[in-house]
């Protein structure tokens, strides 16, 4: 199995449940992103792990957590989300930072 | 901040040219163009840096013009697949790895 993988790719959550997105690639990089995609809104990036290390917190809302256990997964541990997170949820990797950026499919989170 | 990209939108011909404008109000360290068809994951094309270079690849080309802190990507003549959205990805002078990106440019080639 190559590139980036993301699980789910579809996700229904109701404002309490407490849920995670998962990330994991195979090309042997040492950064990770998460961003999300809006309808109609630039692609926005979240968080960024360089060497399982964050390195970025764009400003995001504490019911997003990440966490990067290895270079090769990255997870986005959701909770009490609001229906303005519903989203398409992207995770990228690089083999630095500044390099191309790989993309998974994406999550599309629903939230009720 | 987040660069601005021109036109919207754009509906070519098969074998049509477009060209696809990336603009910023702040001093760019690089631009990175990704296509993304519906559905789908974003793709890279190619990075370019400060120093005015332009890349090319197969039939796609950019530009970088420091000055005017703006890159210009060039579609030649077009083909089905390359429809799809664009996006510019600007990385700013002094912010290390943080790219943000441009609201897009649906292209979408007709036969």
């Known amino acids: 199995e190559t590139g980036v993988t993301q699980t789910p790719r579809h996700l229904v959550m109701g404002m309490t449940n407490k849920k995670s997105l998962k990330c994991e690639q195979h090309?042997?990089?040492?950064?990770m992103y998460w961003y999300k995609q809006s309808a109609k809104k630039p692609l926005e990036l979240m968080f960024v792990?360089?060497?399982?290390?964050?390195?970025e917190n764009n400003s995001v809302p504490s019911r997003f957590s990440p966490e990067c256990p290895n270079s090769s997964h990255l997870f986005l541990h959701l909770h009490t989300l609001q229906p303005e997170d519903s989203a398409l949820y992207l995770c990228?990797?690089?083999?630095?930072?500044?390099?191309?950026?790989?993309f998974g499919d994406g999550t599309r989170l629903s939230i009720l | 901040q987040q660069p601005v990209q021109s036109p919207q939108a754009v509906i070519l011909r098969e074998g049509e040219d477009a060209v696809i404008n990336c603009s910023s109000s702040k001093a760019l360290y690089s631009v990175h163009w990704y296509r993304q068809k519906h559905g789908e994951a974003p793709v890279f094309l190619m990075i370019?840096?400060?120093?005015?270079e332009q890349k090319g690849h197969d039939k796609i080309s950019a530009s970088f013009n420091e000055k005017k802190q703006q890159s210009s990507l060039y579609l030649t003549a077009s083909q089905l697949s390359y429809s799809g959205t664009y996006f510019c990805?600007?990385?700013?002078?002094?912010?290390?790895?943080?790219?943000?990106f441009g609201t897009g440019t649906r292209l979408q080639v007709t036969l």
């Open positions: 990228a990797s690089s083999q630095e930072r500044r390099q191309p950026q790989h």
């Open positions: 792990y360089n060497f399982k290390e964050q390195t």
């Open positions: 990805g600007t990385e700013f002078t002094g912010t290390a790895s943080k790219l943000t």
């Open positions: 370019l840096l400060k120093g005015g």
């Open positions: 090309l042997g990089h040492n950064a």
